[in-house]
């Protein structure tokens, strides 16, 4: 049963499509009080992403979370930034510059690569449901009360 747990945390899961070659993606984020639309990016890993910046109402900025990139935009203006995307998983994405009274809760998502964590889970609970009921089975079949 542990060996099979380790199978299911750790190996390569065969139902998910292979790596695509790294690419150039180009995202236009409107940053307005207190919102960036999109809120979320997906992107691979490898891939070169160019961020567009747009302020609508007061100045904005952005600051991506494990990246140390961070880029301003001025009313009305454009700013922008270029990061290869070379750390998979999940990383918040937020307003650097005080913007107003809701300004901590103006974050985003960035995503790179595929978020296996919820396949794994599944699996794990899946495998965890089956020792039960197996240990459940033998203690029955071993006469023992439950």
Same mark, same amino acid.
């Given at each position: ?17 292979? #790596? ?11 940053? @307005? ?5 999109? /809120? ?14 747009? @302020? ?33 998983? @999940?990383?918040?994405? #937020? ?24 396949? #794994? ?6 495998? /965890? ?18």
């Amino acid at each position: 049963m542990a060996a099979a747990a380790l199978a299911v945390a750790f190996a390569r899961l065969p139902f998910l499509p292979p #790596r695509a070659p790294a690419a150039s993606r180009t995202f236009r984020i409107e940053a @307005s009080q207190y919102a960036y639309s999109p /809120g979320e990016l997906h992107v691979n890993p490898g891939d070169r992403v160019t961020i567009e910046l747009v @302020s609508t109402d007061t100045v904005h900025g952005l600051y991506v979370d494990g990246y140390g990139v961070s880029l301003e935009a001025d009313p009305g203006q454009t700013a922008s930034m270029t990061f290869v995307a070379n750390h998979p998983g @999940s990383y918040r994405f #937020r307003c650097n510059v005080t913007c107003g009274a809701l300004h901590p809760f103006m974050i985003g998502k960035l995503t790179v690569g595929t978020n296996t964590l919820l396949f #794994r889970g599944a699996g794990l609970s899946l495998l /965890g449901a089956l020792g039960v009921l197996l240990a459940l089975r033998w203690t029955a079949g071993a006469g023992m009360p439950l």
